[in-house]
């Protein structure tokens, strides 16, 4: 019977091992056309000062809209767009589309909104990405402060001179450079010190279990301390209910992102949930 199962369950793998490989071949060819078929979309997720319950800032997370797949999340696509390099281009999409999108909610009113942008390791070792924020923000009028770029601690760890000197020059722009995912890398925290950054995002993993898991608990803290040390901003990520929400204020994190305030929504939806009374 036990033979059975296990002869079951390898069928069952390899058969989605080769589900799998025919999936991304076939996602493959049809991202080279997603962006010239405008196949990308942008969706909004709200940044919650939570001591005053305004909407400070939104972050702009991806969504491929496949011809026949329906919407496809970037966990899927994303990897791939960095294996064939087509991530450069999708990523310089992003940046614009997102600092336009904050420039019609200017044109709007709401001229105090902040846009956070992840981008990818290639996108951030290319040698132009500073003059290519320099233009969308020359283009559209938007603050520089008001831009975040995101990186994760693995991709400025991966070549950290490199890291260095081009954060330097974004950070001479005047733009945010905050770190995505914290606590998950293998950054130590006396070569944190040399990077230029403004924000640490603590990873939601670490804000999951926090009321009943005291090693994250512990590990959170410690970011909240570091962080106001550091004079560095901190925010919390994955927020899913109020008791995550009023122990991150306990402890002096108001800056937070999460389902309990909101999933990324398209922009018109972020605009009637969030941008309406004004
Ligand atoms: P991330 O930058 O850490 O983004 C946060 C992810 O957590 C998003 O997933 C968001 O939908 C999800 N999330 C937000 N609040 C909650 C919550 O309360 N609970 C839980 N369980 N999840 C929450 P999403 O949109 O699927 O994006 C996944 C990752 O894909 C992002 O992680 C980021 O690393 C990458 N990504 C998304 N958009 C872009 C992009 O434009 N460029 C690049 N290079 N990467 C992107
Ligand atoms: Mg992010
Ligand atoms: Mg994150
Ligand atoms: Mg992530």
Redesign the pocket.
């Known amino acids: 019977h036990s033979k059975e199962v296990a002869g079951g369950s390898y069928h069952f793998y390899d058969e989605k091992f080769g589900k799998r490989t025919i999936e991304s071949v076939k996602y493959e060819n049809a991202l080279y056309r997603a962006l010239e078929r405008d196949e990308f979309t942008l ?1 909004y ?1 709200p940044q919650i000062d939570f001591s005053s319950h305004r909407l400070v800032g939104v ?4 969504r491929w809209n496949h011809p026949e797949e329906g919407l496809v ?3 899927i696509f ?1 990897p791939l767009a960095e294996q064939t390099g087509l ?1 450069v281009e999708i ?1 310089e999409w ?1 940046l614009r589309e997102a600092v336009f999108q904050l420039k019609k909610w200017q044109d709007k009113g709401y001229t105090d909104l902040d846009m956070a ?4 390791a290639a ?1 951030f070792e290319q040698g132009n990405l500073h003059r290519i924020v320099k233009q969308v923000l020359a283009e559209t009028g938007i603050r520089p402060g008001q831009l975040h770029l ?1 990186l994760t601690e693995n991709q400025i760890m991966r070549n950290t001179d490199l890291a260095i000197s081009t954060m330097n020059k974004l950070k001479e722009l005047g733009v945010h450079l905050d770190i ?2 914290f606590g998950t890398g293998y950054s130590s925290l006396g070569y944190l010190q040399r990077f230029p950054l403004t924000t640490l995002k603590i990873d ?1 993993t670490f804000i999951r279990d926090i009321l009943f898991d005291e090693d994250d608990r512990a590990l959170t803290d410690t970011i909240i301390t570091m962080a106001k040390n550091m004079g560095l901003e901190v925010i919390a ?4 209910t109020i008791e995550q929400a009023d122990y991150l204020a306990s402890r002096q994190c108001m800056l937070m ?4 305030f909101s ?2 929504v398209p922009a018109k939806k972020l605009e009637n949930d969030f941008l309406t009374n004004k």
């Open positions: 969706y997720q972050e702009a997370l991806i999340p970037p966990d994303i991530i990523g992003v942008v992840n981008l990818s996108q995101e995505d995912d939601r990520e994955g927020v899913e992102q999460g389902y309990y999933p990324p």
